[in-house]
């Protein structure tokens, strides 16, 4: 039997990845996409050998999703050789998502969360 093409990643590779990916702000509301609860799933994919991010954004709309795919290649670099990202509109994102050190985030910014 064949191993699967997609694994979940090794817990200390998976929490280098996340610390890259919270030096990527959302390019609207200034926190990291992390800490938004726009990241969904980090994996593995052992055929094309890249990092697979399964995310979402605030809206489906948003018109500024090849900046922050630009913010993520340059958050990876040196870290993976190769990355996908797995856009998931189901379930939606909602402010539920956003992490407690987001929520104190966002409050700095002055938004009332």
């Not at 799933?41 to 709309?61: C, F, K, P, Q």
Request: charged share 20%; with cysteine.
């Amino acid at each position: 039997m064949s191993a699967p093409s997609i694994s979940p990643l090794d817990p200390e590779f998976k929490e280098q990845a996340i610390e890259a990916l919270k030096n990527v702000s959302d390019p609207e509301l200034g926190v990291n996409i992390y800490d938004l609860g726009l990241i969904y799933d980090l994996a593995y994919d052992h055929v094309n050998e890249a990092l697979v991010i399964s995310m979402t954004l605030t809206s489906a709309g948003c018109p500024l999703t090849d900046v922050i795919e630009s913010d993520i290649a340059e958050a990876l670099d040196g870290l993976v050789t190769a990355f996908r990202i797995n856009w998931v509109w189901m379930p939606p994102w909602t402010p539920q998502r956003i992490t407690d050190d987001g929520r104190d985030m966002m409050r700095a910014l002055g938004f009332s969360i």
